[in-house]
């Protein structure tokens, strides 16, 4: 089992930048892939961004192209969700998860983190 480890979440305002990291320990094969999720109250989970450690491949829902950028340390097992550009409906709480394979968008993954809040001021 991986264990998962947020940090960087905080209070922002709008259009301001956060970065979000992920550490994984437990591992390398269960967090073949890593990425982020969030949820924001009374929402559903919706999948954000996630990297493959093998060939460097990344994902992005619609919501986060041009704003959010994921990166992996794999040296160090970590996953990075730089954040820019924020604005208050990306108010939530990011949550890391990881898997030994790409899941898509759904919210089966294997391994998740405790989620770390963001919370973006108007």
């Known amino acids: 089992q991986v264990q998962l480890v947020e940090s960087g979440g905080g209070l922002v305002q709008t259009g301001g930048s956060l970065r979000l990291s992920c550490d994984a320990s437990g591992g390398t094969f269960g967090s073949a892939v890593m990425g982020w999720f969030r949820q924001a109250p009374g929402k559903e989970r919706e999948f954000v961004a996630a990297?493959?450690?093998?060939?460097?491949?990344?994902y992005s829902s619609d919501s986060a192209k041009g704003r959010f950028t994921i990166s992996r340390d794999n040296a160090k097992n970590t996953v990075y969700l730089q954040m820019n550009s924020l604005e208050p409906e990306d108010t939530a709480v990011y949550i890391c998860?990881?898997?030994?394979?790409?899941?898509?968008?759904?919210?089966?993954?294997?391994?998740w983190g405790q989620g770390t809040q963001v919370t973006v001021s108007s």
């Open positions: 998860a990881a898997d030994t394979m790409w899941k898509g968008f759904a919210t089966n993954w294997r391994s």
């Open positions: 990297a493959t450690r093998f060939g460097g491949t990344t």
